[in-house]
């Protein structure tokens, strides 16, 4: 993966870091993307990384992104990692439109327009590949999770076509599916306090995830790894 140029989204989460890391480890070339400036700087100033500050659920910010990238990199990148999510829990009846709109807008429409933007590129080089990480909730139904399941069955469904449609042009795809990841992104929600949501004990690490689009990332140009399904194994020990 050495001198390889990625761009990686939500580089300031807990996943999003730990991918961050691994892959400046491996030599990779970095555009990390986030919303939270001083974070973003701190990592790409420690990993040597490009940056790129924004919201991805904004409509503008999105429509610049293929000027902006071009600004880094003009035959743009060799790997798009879609790790940015955002996440809501809440019942049917209590979720509103405005949260239902955002967690689309960045789990699902930005992953579309950042492919859109970094396809050609890609296409005409005849080499790339592009990591979109899911979830468990994107395959199977929790209550709570209207929003949020909506958005990640929508991007696994958009992940599929997408492997269909780029086969046999020498671009890989890869669907990275973790279970619950311990971040701070549950913090407001208390999960070791509620008997509905897996504790954190029960979830699994960043690095496990960071470890499995490295994985996917790092097998030679003639493999595909096309879907890598994580859960916890609380219960589990290294060997």
Not at 127 to 153: D, L
Not at 196 to 218: N, W, Y
Request: some cysteine; glycine content about 10%; hydrophobic content about 45%.
């Amino acid at each position: 993966m050495s001198r390889l140029k990625v761009v990686l989204t939500g580089a300031t989460g807990g996943v999003g870091r730990a991918v961050a890391e691994r892959l400046a480890q491996a030599g990779a070339e970095m555009l990390v993307i986030g919303r939270r400036s001083e974070p973003l700087k701190e990592l790409a100033s420690r990993l040597g990384a490009r940056t790129l500050v924004g919201d991805l659920g904004d409509r503008q910010f999105i429509d610049l992104f293929p000027e902006r990238l071009s600004e880094s990199w003009d035959a743009g990148p060799d790997i798009l990692v879609n790790n940015a999510g955002l996440f809501e829990l809440a019942p049917f009846g209590d979720t509103g439109s405005e949260t239902f709109e955002r967690l689309l807008a960045v789990n699902l429409r930005a992953p579309f327009e950042l492919i859109r933007a970094c396809l050609p590129g890609m296409l005409a080089r005849g080499s790339g590949h592009i990591v979109n990480v899911g979830s468990v909730a994107g395959r199977k139904a929790f209550p709570g999770n209207a929003a949020y399941s909506a958005s990640k069955f929508g991007l696994r469904g958009l992940h599929e076509v997408l492997v269909e449609e780029l086969r046999g042009t020498g671009l890989r795809t890869t669907w990275i599916e973790p279970s619950a990841v311990d971040t701070p992104m549950w913090d407001r929600f208390d999960p070791d306090g509620r008997a509905d949501l897996p504790s954190r004990a029960e979830m699994l690490e960043p690095g496990a995830v960071a470890e499995a689009v490295f994985f996917a990332l790092a097998q030679p140009e003639d493999v595909a790894v096309e879907e890598i399904v994580i859960r916890a194994n609380p219960a589990g020990r290294r060997i």
